[in-house]
């Protein structure tokens, strides 16, 4: 089955750092790139991040640009977001999608984890 | 940064009805147009690409159209499972961006 499994958010103090994994099965990970899309409570959707599938090319949005890092395995068909300097504004649930047909678009999504930021 | 505008913000239509759904870019994103859809607490789902293209499994009450600033998604006789918030996505230029969405409502 193909499929994407997000782990790793929780609850986190301003100024903290959370590291969030995606499992990846069912497609060969290696191929294509990766993203992580963002929602905060109540709010509409943010791309956040997305690497190549040979790590070569890295983007971020200005809003996490200096403070995330987008990182992936592929022998072990995981991406990451480690995520430091945390800001109550970062507060929402991290999707992992793959780009797998035409660069940009959001094709498979996971079914996402919580990040809450406060004190 | 290319700004995507959704109108209207919340639709309400019958069963069995038609939906027109509209998405307006600040500058031209030829056809590089995705619409997604998503259900309380589930993640967002792709439905169209391409501006016009479906995506895989999506039935065919679903359609796009436009080009360049303006896009449109129908959904030709809506059925319960339809009532969702929809996004469009630009990816024609980084950073990708979303409309804030358009929840169809049950009228």
């Known amino acids: 089955e193909v499929q994407l499994v997000e782990s790793g958010g929780g609850l986190v103090k301003p100024g903290g750092s959370l590291r969030l994994s995606c499992a990846a099965s069912?497609?060969?990970?290696?191929?294509?790139?990766m993203n992580w899309v963002r929602q905060a409570p109540g709010k509409g959707l943010e791309w956040v991040s997305s690497?190549?599938?040979?790590?070569?090319?890295?983007y971020y949005a200005d809003s996490v640009k200096g403070r995330f890092t987008i990182s992936r395995d592929n022998a072990k068909n995981s991406l990451y977001l480690q995520m430091n300097s945390l800001r109550a504004a970062d507060t929402a649930v991290y999707y992992c999608?793959?780009?797998?047909?035409?660069?940009?678009?959001?094709?498979?999504w996971g079914q996402g984890t919580l990040v809450t930021v406060s004190s | 940064e290319i700004v995507m505008t959704q109108s209207p913000a919340t639709l309400s239509v019958s069963p069995g009805e038609r939906a027109t759904l509209s998405c307006r870019a600040s500058?031209?994103?030829?056809?590089?147009l995705a619409w997604y859809q998503q259900k309380p607490g589930q993640a967002p789902r792709l439905l169209i690409y391409?501006?016009?293209t479906r995506a895989t499994g999506i039935p065919a009450r679903f359609s796009g159209s436009g080009s360049g600033t303006e896009f449109t998604l129908t959904i030709s006789s809506l059925q319960s499972e339809d009532f969702a918030v929809y996004y469009c996505?630009?990816?024609?230029?980084?950073?990708?961006?979303f409309g804030q969405g358009t929840r169809l409502e049950i009228k």
């Open positions: 999608a793959s780009t797998r047909a035409i660069g940009g678009l959001f094709d498979l």
């Open positions: 069912g497609f060969t990970f290696s191929s294509y790139s």
């Open positions: 690497i190549s599938g040979s790590s070569t090319y890295i």
């Open positions: 500058q031209s994103v030829s056809s590089n």
């Open positions: 391409g501006a016009s």
């Open positions: 996505q630009q990816y024609d230029n980084w950073p990708f961006t």
